[in-house]
Nanobody, 119 residues
């Protein structure tokens, strides 16, 4: 089992910035693909950004150019830098760790951190 602990959420005005962090409780962090997802009230959870073991990244169209995902393997931490935040970015943000071992995928989720964008 991998425990994921997110932090950095809060209330911010439109146009503001936040940095989310997710710390993983595994010494094998560098072997995991990491991603951030979000879920707004009444909506399905959606992928926001992902980063592979080799630090290739991908983003949802809605956040391209505004959000940046990065990882620090020495700290077993993945970050989501969010700039130019909009009210539509309001959601609970979840961290995910994914690994495939012997052909079997495993996924682990954090408890989520609330991001509210409001004036």
């Amino acid at each position: 089992q991998v425990q994921l602990v997110e932090s950095g959420g809060g209330v911010v005005q439109p146009g503001g910035s936040l940095r989310l962090a997710c710390v993983a409780s595994t010494a094998r962090f560098k072997f995991y693909s990491m991603s951030w997802h979000r879920q707004a009230p009444g909506k399905q959870r959606e992928l926001v950004a992902g980063i592979t073991q080799s630090s290739n990244t991908n983003y949802a169209d809605a956040v391209k150019g505004r959000f940046t995902i990065s990882r620090d393997n020495d700290r077993s931490t993945v970050y989501l830098h969010m700039n130019d935040l909009k009210p539509d970015d309001t959601a609970v943000y979840y961290c995910n760790a994914h690994i495939t071992t012997w052909g079997l995928p495993s996924d682990f989720w954090g408890q989520g951190t609330q991001v509210t964008v409001s004036s």
